[in-house]
């Protein structure tokens, strides 16, 4: 698999719809308040989805063609005041790595 698109953990989606809101393909979609990617071929691989789920239930695929190695990553932000997000990714040999970034200053030159 070589395209970038994302996974959606139907068990753990509450529903929110906040994904699909933020999704610019408008890509995601809401059946039986769960949410689902109509089509994995056209993610553009913004990782807007990932920033907005509030329970860390959509992880994008990494592939090997951008260095991931296969591998998964997921985000999560702490509280809803916290300006950090916490960028979980999960590489095939099963060692993972956490990288946290400051939303608040991350577009400072």
Partial sequence: MNIMS???NRDKCIGC????EVCPGSLISISTNKA???SVERCWG???CLKECPVCAISFFLGEDMGGLGGKMSVYKPNKDDTALHWFISLPDKTSRKIITDTKNANKY
């Fill in 17 to 20: 719809k906040k994904c699909a």
């Fill in 46 to 48: 913004c990782a807007s």
């Fill in 6 to 8: 994302i996974e959606i």
């Fill in 36 to 38: 689902k990617i109509k």
